[in-house]
């Protein structure tokens, strides 16, 4: 599974919260990162029963140099992923 980055949790969530939501995904998504990484976007529930209305964006950068999943981003769902919600 992804290694946290501190990045993640600057928005308050727990590692378990954002583990939960890349492994039980609504939907996701490859999306624009650096040169030479794979970054993928998921939308899920941050713990199990979590309902529509309590959704995370968590963003993981599938590539680095210590060939590790990295997971740098995590918050509550934007709009800017809301399309992802029933995309798997």
Do not use: C
Request: no cysteine; aromatic share 8%; glycine share 10%.
């Amino acid at each position: 599974m992804a290694k946290i980055d501190e990045s993640a949790r600057k928005d308050g969530l727990k590692d378990w919260e954002i583990r939960y939501a890349v492994r039980h995904p609504f939907g996701f998504q490859k999306t624009l990162g650096n040169p030479g990484e794979t970054t993928v976007a998921f939308v899920g529930p941050g713990h199990e029963g979590g309902s529509p209305h309590n959704v995370i964006e968590v963003i993981i950068v599938a590539s680095r140099e210590d060939d590790l999943l990295h997971a740098f981003h995590a918050m509550p769902i934007t709009d800017r992923w809301m399309h992802l919600m029933h995309r798997k």
